[in-house]
């Protein structure tokens, strides 16, 4: 038994069909997409908190005056160049004194500036990353309604198909007792006409009928 309803020709299935299958493949390759997206912003905003840390680790150290000797603090302080390059020369440091290892104290209002400026970034980049999870449980969400459509769709199909199969049915078993009835009346008719008249037997207490007369 063909799918494909009474009336509608084959031709025309193939049209509908195509389009709802490459939309089924389009969703997933879009969300595939947002996902790369949502990942590659993860992975910014988690440099821009390292980048935040070692800013703030080395506005400290500056402003105690910090021994740079120390293995620890020559470290921060090579992450922190590579961090304020884009920022530094913007304001002067401002000398508040000397520590008490002979170090001078600073107060660098650059490395604030570059700390202001990192976080309104990763401000936006946190915005960034919950409107691609947004548009991914979006995603999702079409993705299961489609598939509830579609799975609706089957079911309508599958029953129209069983009610085409039992109106046949019900059709072939009443031809074939339309069939037999007439074979019937048929085979009837044709038994009367080829049936001989027979000759009614005599009333009871009638006298026999007279032998006929010889010679007669």
Known sequence: MSNVPSGMPSSAVPSTAVPAEAESHEQPLKRGSIWLARAVSYLVYAYLLVVEAILLIGFLLLLFGANPSSSFVAWAYRNLDRAMRPFRGIFAPVEIGTAGNDVEA?????????????????????????????????????????????????????????????????????????????????????????????????????????????GS
């Not at 009367?192 to 006298?207: C, D, I, R, V």
């Open 106 to 214: 600073i107060f660098d209002t650059s490395i604030m500036f570059a700390m202001i400026i990192y976080a309104i970034i990763a401000i936006a980049v946190s915005a960034l990353i919950a409107w691609l999870t947004t548009r991914i449980s979006r995603v999702d969400r079409e993705v299961a309604l489609e598939s509830a459509q579609d799975q609706h769709q089957r079911e309508l199909q599958a029953m129209r198909d069983r009610a085409t199969v039992v109106e046949a049915q019900n059709a072939a078993v009443h031809a074939a007792a339309a069939e037999q009835a007439a074979a019937q009346q048929a085979a009837h008719q044709a038994g009367g006409q080829a049936a001989p008249l027979a000759t009614p037997p005599p009333a009871a207490g009638t006298p026999p009928p007279p032998p006929p007369a010889p």
